[in-house]
């Protein structure tokens, strides 16, 4: 049997490489070639490499065969895990060598400042095993939304149904503050005051009447007579829909190509003023 001289000849060098998937660590792991036996003999007959790896020194839950390569690369480390590797390497013969140097690894959560509002994320925002992103730390910050600008502490409190000072209260010391207040669609307007739509920016008291199937004006009345949607197909009488009662037929609805049941249903779907095999799309 040949014994490998793997102990004192495979040393494990680590690169530490910037994160693509910023919720996970990558490592590659880099050894040298082993050449001799431990009698002293020169190393023959070296068939390959194991790489083994865990979160518990000594107990590897991942064993990997990378074949006759002198590197191998571990992606998706998990977040703030500590990682244990060691290489081995065995002959033609499957005779397997003493496990290499342990290396410990860490793989440690960072925190940025994404939304540039001078607050460093509160939440982790992924993990590396060496290299930062540019401009990230690996200390908690203190801002609860780090996608907000607007939030962070120190900021004003708003009726907004937001934690704008993340001190964990929503809307406090806001006067008169109710969910009547919020302007949702940031037209000027809140339920509360008048808008009738809040979904819709479109709409609220005094907007421009159009052609919409709405009362863009909220005056509890269509905006003009033939402002109405009866048949809910998003087009409404004004906007030329030739039959509001039946929400298959309406400018802009796909009449065709031949063979299509559209072409036989006895309807001008398009609403062009031609049907079936008249129509220009069957």
């Known amino acids: 049997m040949i014994k490998l001289a793997v102990k004192t000849c495979i040393f494990l060098l680590v690169f530490f490489l910037l994160l693509t998937n ?113 401009g990230c730390g690996r200390i908690p910050g203190d801002d609860c939304n780090d996608s907000n600008a607007a939030i962070h502490p120190g900021q004003a409190d708003l009726c907004d149904s937001l934690d704008n000072d993340c001190n964990g209260t929503i809307d406090e010391g806001v006067f008169n503050c109710n969910t009547g207040d919020i302007d949702i669609d940031g037209d000027g307007y809140t339920p509360g005051n008048g808008d009738c739509d809040d979904t819709d920016r479109n709409v609220y008291p005094g907007a421009s009447r159009i052609c919409d199937g709405k009362d863009s004006d909220c005056n509890n009345r269509p905006d003009f007579s033939t402002d109405v949607d009866l048949d809910g197909d998003g087009v409404a009488l004004c906007a030329l829909d030739c039959n509001d009662s039946n929400p298959n037929m309406y400018p802009g609805n796909h009449e065709g190509p031949q063979g299509d049941p559209s072409c036989s249903d006895g309807i001008d779907n398009d609403c062009d003023g031609n049907r079936d095999a008249f129509d220009d799309g069957c």
């Open 22 to 134: 910023l919720q996970a660590g990558d490592v590659t792991l880099i050894w040298s070639q082993p050449v001799l036996n431990e009698d002293g003999t020169v190393l023959t007959d070296l068939a390959g490499y194991k790489v083994y790896y865990g979160t518990r020194p000594g107990s590897y839950e991942i064993i990997v065969d990378v074949g006759n390569v002198t590197s191998y690369f571990v992606p998706d480390l998990m977040d703030g895990s500590t990682y244990y590797f060691s290489v081995t390497a065995y002959d033609r013969s499957g005779n397997e060598s003493g496990f290499s140097q342990v290396l410990t690894l860490q793989s440690l959560n960072y925190y940025c400042d994404n939304d540039n509002d001078g607050h460093v994320n509160l939440y982790a925002d992924g993990s590396s095993t060496g290299v930062t992103p540019s």
